[in-house]
């Protein structure tokens, strides 16, 4: 029996994604993306991620914490102006915003600023 368990925990696994997969492939057709109701939802989610990102940058938690505000503001808003740059490319703006923090942290590390 205990050899089985993690089988049958797998398989139930399997069929709760796939009925939920199942579920989402039979409304999607009838979900209107311009809807007032998906809007919402669009809105909801972005102010979600203003709130993450302000509370990344403002109160910082574990190792981050360590880091000076400016640095992470100058990466924040470096990425920003890219995003906006390259017409709303969230990879281009992601790497910039690393490089950038990467490269203020390894200029703290060695004393150059």
Known sequence: MIEQTPW????????????WRALG?????HID???PVF??????AYAMLAG???RILLLPVGTLEQTPTFD?????VSGFV????????????????FMVFLALAALRQTGSL
């Open 8 to 19: 049958l925990v797998l398989i139930c696994c399997i069929l709760a994604t796939f009925f």
């Open 25 to 29: 492939v039979a409304v999607a057709s």
């Open 33 to 35: 993306a311009n809807g």
């Open 39 to 44: 809007q919402w939802f669009s809105c909801v």
């Open 52 to 54: 993450l990102i302000t």
């Open 72 to 76: 992470r503001v100058v990466a924040m």
């Open 82 to 97: 890219v995003f906006i740059i390259f017409k709303r490319n969230v990879v281009a703006a992601t790497v910039t915003a």
